[in-house]
């Protein structure tokens, strides 16, 4: 009977250092990779908790417009993140019907913010400009010509190459759109441009040097899975990889999920992507794009375990400064956050 329990615990103990050897890598196929780049928890936004606010960054300070709070009411309020401080500081409110879901860009030392959805679902075209060094340093509102068409929009999105604003796609309370115009900021105009090869609402974009890319978003409420690149100089919009995680050969690639309401940023030559909901499940994955290979990395999320973590959410704020980008605001199901967070690239994790 003791031979028999011991040799039970030889097979035991030699199964243990099998495996234990395995979990060191002395044996197993599995590999962990890093992850790169780290988040970094800054000063909390100062408003009142809120999703779907418009943003724009002039002389490095972000701006955050508006949004729909926690009480399930749209605000007006306007408030300032100073990178170099890590400050917010609230500024003049903005003069227009209160609204969610609206674009924002800047083009030179202006900020301008239109569209969006009102109280009772009206949709809304009107624009506004945003002067920082008016009302005695706290700002101050114009309006400008409407965007064109007969029906205002939301989910749209927006972006400004060469001194010249760009808002596009979203839905207009019946459709889903894929239409295109420029603002020059000099004449007060809106010109026609080449559409997006398809309708989308509640996508995103980025720039990166002298183009624009719009990704994800939903029609006909499937995700989309186009990526586009926008070149204004001769009016086209060329198609890049599609994100279905294949190549062209069918190879199998790093790419992320399809969503709606991402937040975006610029860094260097890279556009990045990061939160945002697909099937209401809101995301909180990290991606880059380099449009010089046309391919995606996945970098650090800030929900990953460390001493402070964020929660995923959507309809949340992006915008980039310098060689950093930043997260702010945003929601997950009813519940709506004041939490922002700062990306580095370059910077060391835990994982």
Known sequence: MNKFFNTLASIFVLSCITLYLASCGGSSN????????????VADFSGSKRSGAASFVINGKAYVVGGFDALNTRVVDVYQYDPVKDTWAEQTKFPGIERSGAIGFAIGSK??????????????????????AGNGG???????????????????????????????????????????YEYVPGSNTWVVRAGLSGKR???????????AY??????????????????????????????????????TIAQPDPRDFASTFTIGSLGFISSGSFNLTPLSDTWG????????????SYTSPTVIRGSARDAAV??????VGYITTGRSGG???????????????NN
């Open 30 to 41: 599995t590999t962990t990779t890093a992850k790169p780049g780290s988040w970094d928890k």
């Open 111 to 132: 900020g301008y913010v239109g569209t969006g959805l009102a109280a009772n679902n009206v949709y809304l075209k009107d624009f506004w400009e945003f002067d920082p």
């Open 138 to 180: 706290l700002g101050s509102w114009k309006q400008i010509l409407d965007l064109p068409g007969t029906k205002g929009r939301n989910g749209a999105v927006a972006f400004s190459v060469a001194n010249r604003g760009y808002v596009g796609a979203g839905f207009n309370g019946s459709n889903e759109l894929n239409d295109v």
């Open 201 to 211: 609402v509640n996508g995103a974009a980025f720039t990166i040097d002298n183009f």
């Open 214 to 251: 719009v990704v994800f978003g939903t029609n006909n409420q499937q995700p989309t899975r186009t990526v586009e690149q926008y070149d204004p100089v001769n009016d086209v919009w060329t198609q890049k990889q599609q994100l279905t995680k294949k190549d062209k050969n069918g190879n």
């Open 289 to 300: 794009y380099d449009p010089a290979t046309d391919t995606w990395t996945q970098y650090y």
């Open 318 to 323: 992006g915008f980039g400064i310098g060689n």
């Open 335 to 349: 519940f709506r956050f004041d939490d922002t967070w700062k990306f580095d690239p370059a910077g060391a994790n």
